[in-house]
């Protein structure tokens, strides 16, 4: 796997806690992933979706005014193109497998090591490009 892939479109990340945004940002970078775009806003995705489509979209389940699930189905609708990861707190199995089934890349559960993350995230551009290589 190279750590030096080149990156066109951000990975955006979308977290209402500022504390996650940032220590996944510097996850990312610190695992080569240098074009990192964060949401804190749920409400603000679909339109930032529209301007600029990010490589991969991490999303967190349980955020104010807009719930994860409901934010991942109107992204698998309106970019199905777009692999969708779910970071969340919330462990449950059941859960995890409703999402995946709902259109989920991948579903992680906070907290997760930098190894972890990346490898989701290169995975998941990996899948988007058809790069059999690095999946």
């Given at each position: 796997?190279?750590?030096t892939a080149h990156q066109?479109?951000?990975?955006m990340l979308v977290d209402?806690?500022?504390r996650v945004l940032a220590a996944f940002s510097t996850e990312l970078r610190l695992g080569g992933i240098a074009n990192v775009?964060?949401?804190q806003d749920p409400r603000?995705?679909?339109?930032m979706l529209a301007k600029e489509e990010p490589e991969v979209l991490l999303l967190d389940l349980c955020m104010p005014h807009i719930n994860g699930r409901v934010l991942l189905s109107r992204v698998v609708e309106t970019y199905p193109?777009?692999?969708v990861i779910i970071v969340t707190a919330v462990s449950d199995t059941r859960v995890a497998v409703e999402c995946i089934k709902?259109?989920?890349?991948?579903f992680l559960t906070k907290p997760l090591d930098q190894g972890?993350?990346?490898s989701s995230v290169r995975r998941a551009i990996a899948h988007r490009r058809g790069d059999k290589a690095e999946t």
């Open positions: 796997m190279n750590n066109e479109r951000p990975v209402d806690e500022a775009l964060t949401c603000e995705v679909l339109p193109q777009i692999p709902e259109g989920a890349y991948d972890l993350l990346v």
